[in-house]
């Protein structure tokens, strides 16, 4: 990277803020229309789910007030999402809440990096209410786990920074025993493996990860996965999926999440605005997150 492009991306960190919205369209659509959110908030990471014929939005809460996220959720009525309230929260933040099923009964495996660990958590009144059944790695920070069923075995991937650069690791998951084992690792010398939301699994299966190697949400990548089973995993880069090819009434200039069920498409996408003390607030919020952990 040249001097002058450090610059540009040192300014944007300083300089540029600006808010997370989720949007959705039907399949078929063209345009994406922004979820409405609660008041003092910003929605992000969201996951469709469909269950008993009725489609669900899950996401992550940014309530600002608190300065950190909860797992909330939306259920679409007369085809617009409705936002029904929070569901997991803990005292540490969360996102990416990913939502799968096993055996008839619904699970989700929450990004709780912040509280180094992948933990599973069940539905015991599906959608409200939820429960912790299973620390599945401890002291480890890996963020935003990504679940596939495939061939009846469940798997996972997850991304974490290392000394090196950034890595993913796959993993087998046993859930009748609740179990993550390691299988692979990849490693990356820029940060673009990130996982963006499931696998979408088409013709062939791909999955997209999110392209930070110049800012936080600059693009989406498609990898297609070349190998995934209990012994290895390899992928590679196929397409790109760029905001600017995102319609919408506003323009949006980042976006870091898809899914998609059945019917509905939806992603996240970032309006920025310059705002010169957003640096500023950002360590800030850092600290005061460090601050309150050690507390």
Not at 223 to 229: I, K, M, N, R, S
């Amino acid at each position: 990277m040249t001097l002058l492009n450090k610059l540009k991306v040192l300014a944007v960190k300083a300089f540029i803020g600006g808010e997370w919205n989720v949007a959705y369209r039907q399949h078929g659509q063209d345009k994406y229309q922004v979820v409405d959110m609660p008041e003092g908030t910003c929605i992000a990471d969201p996951f469709m789910y469909e269950a008993d014929g009725e489609h669900y939005l899950f996401v992550e809460l940014f309530e600002n007030k608190k300065n950190k996220a909860c797992i909330a959720y939306y259920k679409f009525i007369a085809g617009k999402p409705v936002y029904r309230g929070k569901i997991i929260e803990q005292p540490y933040h969360m996102s990416y809440p990913c939502v799968f099923e096993y055996n008839g009964e619904h699970y989700m495996i929450p990004e709780t990096s912040a509280n180094q660990s992948i933990d599973l958590y069940r539905a015991t009144a599906f959608p409200q209410k939820w429960e912790k059944v299973k620390t599945l790695v401890s002291g480890v920070r890996y963020i935003d786990t990504t679940v596939l069923k495939r061939n009846d075995h469940y798997y996972a991937v997850s991304y974490q920074r290392t000394a090196q650069g950034w890595g993913l690791d796959a993993f087998a998951l046993d859930m009748e025993k609740m179990a993550m084992t390691k299988i692979a690792s990849k490693h990356y010398a820029a940060n673009v493996c990130r996982p963006a939301g499931h696998f979408i699994q088409k013709d062939e299966l791909l999955r997209p990860a999110q392209n930070c190697a110049r800012k936080y949400g600059e693009n989406l990548i498609l990898y297609c996965v070349d190998h995934f089973d209990g012994s290895c995993y390899e992928e590679h880069e196929k397409s790109h999926v760029d905001v600017s090819g995102i319609q919408m009434d506003k323009k949006p200039n980042r976006i870091h999440t898809y899914n998609c069920d059945s019917l509905y498409e939806v992603v996240d996408v970032y309006f920025e605005k310059i705002d010169l003390l957003h640096g500023v607030n950002t360590l800030w919020r850092a600290y005061l997150r460090k601050y309150f952990k050690k507390a």
